[in-house]
């Protein structure tokens, strides 16, 4: 449960992989399975809980990432604790949070086509990407035309299209491509590696050749993990910085709160 969400009242409140999970920690912390011993098999939970095998590992699941239990291949769950291990999460409730760029800033299409041979082709885009994907390059500038990042966003052949409408609108290209083509957007993963800046990137840049920068590989995915999308944002190390913020999170077990 998240800090500062209510907690239900009653157990029937609960998702059942919740109520599973709650049983099992009550269970515990009771002395009905001390730390050492293994939790009753999947098997038997799914008949004790009159549950699914998914919704069993689920709340399984849910111990685990607490620091209650190990699973165990071919063996079972290990009851390892009888407290939670502190955890410290991220609260995101937009991807835009982790990847804005000032307000008054515009995207500047240069370029738009299918992949070349002579094309930047850095191992991390994926085996996933391949020749018949669309390339779009181009600037990220500020109100008064200082340009700060360079941009080549890959995206599967049928989306080539919405390099058309990339820099009328001041919303993400995932964005777009969701809205435009009724793509679902079910995961984003974000590197961060470090690279330098040459040729037309350099000169398009204003910066000397050679020029230490920060690269940032973007991939998107809709349901079924099919890839999507692929941006790789190259920066000028000295005028970008990233910066997190972690929070102790609900698997912490001060945020949680188990019946009895």
Known sequence: MPPNASTPKTLKDLPLYRQISDSLLGGIREGLFPVGTFLPGELDLIERYSSSRHTVREALRVLEDMGIVKRQRGRGTLVTSTEARPAFVQSVRDPKELFSYPENSTFRVLSEGKIGDDDRWPARIGHDVDRDWARISGLRTLANGSPFCWTDIFVLPAYAPIA?????????????????????????????????????????????????????????????????????????????????????????????????
Do not use: M
Request: net charge negative; charged share 20%; hydrophobic share 40%.
């Open 164 to 260: 058309q409408q990339l820099g009328r609108a001041g919303v993400p290209v995932y964005e777009q491509i969701a809205a435009t083509y009724d793509e679902t957007v079910a995961s984003i993963s974000l590197e961060i590696c470090a690279g330098s800046l040459t040729g037309a990137r350099a000169l398009a840049l204003k910066v000397d050749e050679d020029t230490p920068s920060l690269v940032l590989y973007r991939r998107y995915c809709g349901n079924g993990g099919r890839l999507f999308e692929v941006s790789v944002t190259e920066h000028p190390a000295e005028s970008f910085s990233f910066a997190l913020e972690f929070n102790r999170g609900w698997q912490s077990a001060e945020h949680w709160s188990w019946s009895k």
